[in-house]
């Protein structure tokens, strides 16, 4: 999956008509894009063509910047929403935590394995309680308490942060605030959370505890962008894990730990190899 | 698991206390059972003790209705609620149908494959079409058509040959009509209902839409006992399989049928195996 | 995924270079075929390019043997091994078994239920065990009985049989013969085998029982294409599900039984919706 | 599951008889035990009866020693293996690592959660490269560098660490060293491993290139008592994930390591949980 070169990946969607595939494929072809990988689905219900191109540059025989001009004016006579990034520099991540730090040292771990092709640009939390977590990894972290009073005070310091920072991708990794519409409509498709039950079962607040009143058999992580409907943001990657009468809340606690921390590695991983494309509710992961 | 002599099944539930496990572990040897699994579990939150016993009773020195007496004296001293259970005559089960097959000749096909210890007595539906699968499999089908007019005339009927033929456990295997609080009054904790989500997401109808819609990357199934409570039954197995853009909601319903199938035949061998205790809304399964 | 109007499905393997997307895409786009799905992997350690087009013929300007010409030229230039199939006429499959019933059932039943695009067109046994079976569900049941001495001159008659009905694909459903490498190498790539454990564990012989002996906490099954060499072929879809110190040797048959339906099932539904490239010992499932 | 309260554990294993589980409870009862959790199994094949009880002890009316000197007379009348041991003080652990990192520190986290009861005693290595590692967790780190010629001689030097430091349980998180035959007879039944495949398939060194050569489409890990027999010990725990021809070698090491770090500290909180009870090749995990 992973190559050494650099590498693009181009992201479309729109609606279906022939000669999308050979368009496009022509288009990078024709300038010395090697495909490494390509996916094509087409939701037959709603005649929505989506696309995802990975190729190799090596040999691309034009710049950056002219395959954008070319893309534009390509996907442009096909109503086309794109999208074109490349490997090279790598995305730059901002990870928000609050206390929780089981997500929070799984995605540095991760990151530090090489799983992430990314970042870690900063850490942004409303307690300090993780800062040594984040200095051992060598992450900048800063603390932004947040209190009715000061919160749309406090998010503006934030969007100045992660703006001047170039962040590309925000991570909610247990953040035990919500974020205001504003803060949301800043970063659209840019915020992933985790909310810890199989989403929509268990929205809201205190999921196991919910889980555990329902006497479910299976309890689950759900990763999902962040839109201003909580909970309701469009789904990425859902976990679960078989539970039984022999787990307490604090059991159940236990195990979705485990399958949090997965959904949402996995989650933020997709969106950095470019594999995610949001088409209202519902997303297309390739 | 299975012995071929005849073994009997003891549950109790009852508030915590100590000797619970001395009292009836002594009670069954001193009288010649040998105990094959037992298990117990106490609920330390709200201190209630359950225990599933199931033993041989080849050198049993009393009678079935001496040891049932003795029970009822000893269970009635911690203030048990208790069952017991023997694996001679097998349990007579009801399955309930309407058109979809795919549930139905699963559980024929177990039954008849030595998967569930029962006598499948009796088919009923509200429709003729299964009835030449029943018929392949030697099972007597009686249909009752309903209508907003005869409903409650017909689950009286219903509820006569279901008595008449000593029915232990009724299986509703996609059965597409509500059943009266009535009806599940007279079964309490004896009717198993497949339903086709994993609750509590997507109660009601049409969950493979509503999945579809809510663009989940699992979908589920959940067997439950059924209650006046539509869909909020305790729990007695879920399933879920991986799902993706690429399913349609056709797909989905297949993809479906296979963890339907497996939880409803899962529940419905474990009540055969009489190792349920419900209490309030959640299943203890041993 | 499935559509009511007629669709063709072009699977490409070769060495990877650049323009082969382009190539395809362009090929097909030029005469009118609308692509419905696309996949290309190209495999970075070998440089192996693979892909899957799955595309609408409603309004393709050229017949399927004239598209069969474009394609021989096209693929012969890059070295292409390729296979165009379309889902008008379906696909014929026969269904061998021995006395296991419930993957043969489990077929039956799918087959009925619209899950697998194709006629079943024949059952072959060496036992007339299963013939009311097929008969219930209309299908031909022809016995072979093997021994020693006939073995040769039955599997002849088979060839002849599957040959001269056009057979597509064979479903080993429990099949507990071995095929000669003679029958083998008569239906290359298009005989699907049923293994009842996770392989490469448990080679051979009453893999459940190895399963026991080992302790394994998983038991498995493997769908795989059937070689000369026993339970090596290319492995297409693997299930497993949990066991436990509970499990006796006929639990683990009976929990098995659910995983080698479904595993034999997805593979012979990937089949008949040519999604398979089979490379060397390796299967590309698109 | 777990309680503030002082509990004690017993585990038991011998040829099954009538009355054990009644004289067994029955001690318990007499002398102010609470019975929290018990189960007892009987396997019918060999006739051997397994049985856990966690119990109370904040009602026991005689000594610990006292308990011990009762069950010796009590177990040695049934020719019983059994093994008690208690909440408090609680085990300590030894992790052996060499340089892979991911089992370590979901061990060290874990630990932190508060999902591992015990102590986290020291960590012994091959190598320095994790020393910082547990030094943020203030766990002391000893470095014994082995080589062919000085394996016994450092091993000696290990166990003699090991017994100065009480250890009850060693954890290998990926030690990359063989242990010796007499390093594994010191500490029979409480060394732990992870083998990075779903054992038995992929025996022996890189299971990933084996799975990957293979074609299978889950990959697994397996943890288990390491015994003489190199990946032949018991096995505790297996967990799989689906992989697909799109996975690399390094895609499967990635994968993999999700379940090596769940299948490990599942093994781990059993066995400290007193849960496991090993006879011959097979363990029961109650």
Redesign the interface.
Known sequence: ???QTTTGTLLVCCP?R?????AL??L???H??????????????EKIF?QRIHFDLA?LDISRSELDDLLRIECGRYEMRWRISYSDPPKRIAIFVSKF??CF?DLL?RH??G?LPCELALVISNHPDLESGAA?FGVPYHVFPITKQNKAEQEKKEIELLQRENIDLIVMARYMQVLSDDFLATFPDRIINIHHS?????IGAKPYHQAY??????I?ATAHYATSDLDEG???????VPC????????LV?KG??VER?ALAEAVRWSLEDRIIVHG?????F
């Open positions: 999956m992973s190559s279906d022939k000669g999308l595939v050979a494929s022509g990078l072809y024709n010395g894009a090697n495909i490494l990988q390509a996916q094509q689905h087409t939701d037959t219900t989506f040999e730090e089981h040292y771990l530090r394995l799983e051992q199989f989403l929509p079962a268990f009143e329902r006497g479910v058999k299976l689950g469009p789904i990425i990657s859902q976990k679960v039984s009468h022999r787990d307490t809340i604090k059991d236990r730990r485990d997965v509710r519902r997303t297309t992961v």
